[in-house]
């Protein structure tokens, strides 16, 4: 169906092909619902990748000279060096609007206290007497967090980046946005003030995979120019350029995972309320004309109630241009399913950065959800809440990776270091079972170094 729309902000009129695809009656492999599913026919990271490793080569061989002539092509900005003075940290909270510093005050509040709940216990574990081993949690020595540019400004993600590493007891945090030409070369003033809310004070004005690798191999300093130390971790969602930076400096840091373009699947059936469901793929949309808002459902007729909802809405919203670009694209569309038990499967599949359950017993569904980075239940959950307010973390794997990676949180930052003590009479106790895996593995200098404790003993 084609949806008329037209953008009340710039009067240009767009239609709106919220493609469908039908999965009924049709059983299909892991593999073939995952290609059947909405993804993005753009730019892949392997289409990104050679230009990224050349902005990796040139600022690591060239250095701050290299983030000038990148400041420059990219954000039309010149630069000198990417530190953002302590007095315009100061001056962004200064001129904070008081409505927006409440927000984030607000989400500060409730994202520390979920991220102080999520810190994992040290374990001592007593495997005979004089036998204990115990894995501590300890956190990285420092880390390197990017917040996006682009289209829109993100505070919040400043938030969802320093939070979980202050809560773990990171000791060092530098962060990254993109140097922005209306404001004299700085991150947007919003950012700036978030960042300096939280008490962090090493902010640079670097965009897109240039950050990625200024934190992950360091910049060193000349002429009395600061340096930027390497990290040991790097996070923070971004766009394919930022993704794949993360992917290919993975190793050498480590990172949360590569989230790159937002995307939202609502999972919903015949009790779904068709205006909520419209505008919540839309406010994903607003994100990017790249971004994915896919609908799955076992009911025809809300799927149809849905696209009528979406040529009202979508005519009516600010960024509606940006919207149905990305509401058309082929990462978007409703999935027609035979019913809810397939449409877990789908949604398993699709593996989405943001799930909505709209359901009958939308609780017991969600339980049921093995692959999302971020699951949100009910009429009253919906992904804004996350963004935002929630007390959850916004920063999520995408593009299907939430399969097997995680959405950032307290972890992302701390190590398990395993700590082993035994006592001699707890080492003898074993010895004999060292020795004989030693002897079976080839390795018998391993069972000498324990064979040598107890020699005239």
Known sequence: MTISSENTTNAASRSVDFRRIDLRGRSLTLAELRAAVPRAKHQTMADAEQKVLDIISAVRSRGFAALGELALAFDGVEQS??????????D?????DPAVRAGLEESISRARRFAEGQKPANVDVQLGDGAVVSQNWVPVGRVGLYVP???AVYPSSVIMNVVPALAAGVASIALASPPQKEFGGLPHPTILAAAALLGIDEVYAIGGAQAIASFAYGIPGADHELPIEPVDVVTGPGNIFVATAKRLVKGVVGIDSEAG?????????ASAHPALVAADLISQAEHDPKAASVLITDSEELAANVQRELADQVGITKHAERVATALSGPQSGVVLVDDVDQGVAVCDAYAAEHLEIMT????????RIRNAGAIFVGNYSPVSLGDYCAGSNHVLPTSGTAAFSSGLNVTTFLRAVQVINYSKDALEEVSKHIVSLADAEDLPGHGDAVKIRFRGA
Request: net charge negative; charged share 15%.
């Open 92 to 96: 962004a909270l200064e001129n904070l």
């Open 261 to 269: 373009t937002t995307e939202i699947a609502i999972l919903a059936d």
């Open 149 to 151: 540019g682009g289209l």
């Open 81 to 90: 060096h990417p530190r953002v003075p302590a007095a315009a940290l100061a």
């Open 360 to 367: 009958a017993d939308a609780a017991a569904v969600a339980a």
